[in-house]
């Protein structure tokens, strides 16, 4: 494991590992540096030998990744995490992660982020990001792998400004010292996150209508006027939030109509680092 300079190992905020434990961590991997804490976390579901549910923290990111590619930046000491759980205990079904399971993420990850700072009004971009006056503070992605393991991938900006960020980020993203002049606790975040997480993926199992009444007040985009790049097709329309299934709902010209995949963002105007 590489060794981190002074300088990181002094911002990086230690981590309370019995606070997690009792949070419902069955393990916890703590590095100071990695590549990505999903293809860490890949490593440890494919474990025979795993306790689950497991979490991987790294204090840095060398090779941090959002969807489709896009690359991910985070100021050094703040977030990123991926959390494995077993999906069969939870009542996720054998199948490659739907658009419900990462905005069940969002939704947790968002309510968890209310708790510690109810002054900060997050609110969801469907279907993987976390923003703030319309600046990202957080991303998400989800994953499965063949031991029946999902894996949560979260990075949420608790540490830095975005000051700090390559120039082509620094109007789109925001830090929770920039809204509120101080750092968030990783430990806090992670032990609140993971409680709220299991509740809300079990209601889904048992109420399938769970999922799109917990979104409602945390919808950033309902009532806007949205284009929605699926593949090379573009579709415009007002935005009515998310079916059962988490598919965006779009009033189009042609109809009211649901998308299970695409992207708000142009093609192409992703960040790679």
């Known amino acids: 494991m590489p060794t981190p300079s002074p300088q990181l190992a002094s911002h990086a905020e230690p981590l309370d590992a019995a606070a997690l434990a009792a949070a419902g961590y069955a393990a916890v991997v703590h590095l100071q540096e990695a590549d990505s804490t999903m293809v860490e976390a890949r490593r440890l579901a494919a474990d025979p030998a795993r306790r689950l549910p497991a979490v991987v923290i790294a204090d840095r990111q060398t090779s941090g990744r959002g969807r489709r590619g896009a690359g991910w930046w985070q100021a050094d000491g703040s977030l990123a995490a991926s959390v494995v759980v077993d999906g069969q205990a939870v009542g996720l079904p054998a199948t490659s992660p739907r658009p419900a399971w990462s905005l069940a993420c969002g939704v947790a990850l968002a309510e968890t982020i209310r708790v510690h700072e109810p002054a900060i009004d997050v609110r969801i971009k469907w279907p993987n990001d976390l923003e703030v ?52 606790s990783r430990t806090h975040l992670l032990a609140g996150f993971l409680p709220r997480l299991r509740q809300l993926l079990r209601a889904m199992d048992a109420d399938p209508g769970t999922l799109a009444a917990r979104y409602v007040p945390l919808c950033g985009l309902a009532g806007r006027t949205l284009l929605l790049h699926v593949g090379a097709e573009q579709h415009a329309g007002i935005c009515r939030g998310i079916a059962a299934d988490g598919s965006l709902v779009i009033d189009t010209p042609a109809g009211r109509r649901s998308f299970a995949s695409g992207s708000l963002t142009p093609p192409g105007s992703e960040w790679h680092s």
């Open 133 to 184: 006056a319309g600046r990202k503070l957080a991303g998400i992605i989800v994953e499965s792998d063949s031991g029946g393991g999902t894996i949560f991938g979260i990075g949420v900006n608790t540490a830095g400004s975005a000051q700090a960020a390559p120039a082509g980020l620094r109007d789109r993203i925001i830090t929770l010292p920039d809204l509120v002049g101080r750092p968030l």
